[in-house]
């Protein structure tokens, strides 16, 4: 166990729908990652959040956004769904933002758009 | 921009054999290294990190890993192949002034008894 938890850990949803997927990071981690991994793209870096802000930025589509609460904890929103947007989404987290510290990943949410 | 390459998408190895998988970065700087394994229906978790410090490293559960300047290579060892080691494995890399990580496609790790 990772300390790190995400839910729902799956969800079904028809395209164009919008879904909210979240992710708690371990206890003291200030920065939060969220990653992408399909058959086709592989594992792929979304967005990165320290205390509250964005720091860094990926293959994010426009469709997706994030946010980090004051609690830490993060969001990952996405909306008007494609079929291509079935995925297994993980969230990680580490210690500090710019440091070489290990990210710990969560146990990923399995979105299936039909 | 960053790439992995890891040579292989499967590997099948006997139990008790060497596994070896291979992984080949381009960086144009020092990079982080980091070595990854997926089991069936679970996230990532690390099995070991290069940080410029030794460049054998060594890891968890057996593994261990050398980083090679020369040959932009951070290839992943084990001696002696278990069961239990069936999973996919990814090599990542991070730069220096970056945070996001760059995996690699994976290798998927078969042990047959």
């Known amino acids: 166990d990772s300390g790190v938890t995400q839910t729902p850990k799956h969800l079904i949803t028809a395209t164009g729908q919008r879904v909210t997927l979240r992710c708690s990071p371990r206890?003291?981690?200030?920065?939060v990652y969220w990653y992408q991994q399909s058959l086709d793209q592989g594992l792929q870096f979304l967005i990165q959040?320290?205390?509250?802000?964005?720091?860094a930025k990926g293959n994010i589509l426009e469709r997706f956004s994030a946010q980090q609460f004051p609690d830490l904890h993060s969001e990952l929103n996405l909306s008007s769904l494609e079929l291509g947007d079935s995925a297994l989404y993980f969230c990680?987290?580490?210690?500090?933002?710019?440091?070489?510290?290990?990210?710990?990943f969560g146990p990923g949410t399995r979105l299936t758009v039909t | 921009a960053q790439s992995v390459t890891q040579l292989g998408s499967h590997v099948s190895v006997s139990e008790g054999a060497l596994v070896l998988l291979r992984c080949n970065y381009s960086?144009?700087?020092?990079?982080?290294l980091f070595w990854y394994v997926q089991y069936p229906n679970q996230g990532l978790q690390l099995l070991l990190k290069?940080?410029?410090?030794?460049?054998l490293v060594k890891g968890i559960n057996g593994f261990e890993a050398e980083f090679k300047k020369s040959e932009t290579s951070f290839h992943l060892t084990k001696p002696s192949a278990h069961m239990s080691d069936a999973a996919e494995y990814f090599c990542?890399?991070?730069?220096?002034?970056?945070?996001?990580?760059?995996f690699g496609g994976g290798t998927r790790v078969l042990v047959k008894p």
């Open positions: 990680a987290s580490s210690v500090e933002g710019g440091s070489v510290y290990e990210q710990y």
């Open positions: 206890s003291g981690d200030l920065s």
């Open positions: 959040y320290y205390n509250g802000e964005e720091r």
């Open positions: 960086s144009s700087v020092p990079p982080y």
């Open positions: 290069y940080t410029s410090a030794a460049t």
């Open positions: 990542a890399v991070r730069e220096a002034a970056g945070n996001k990580l760059t």
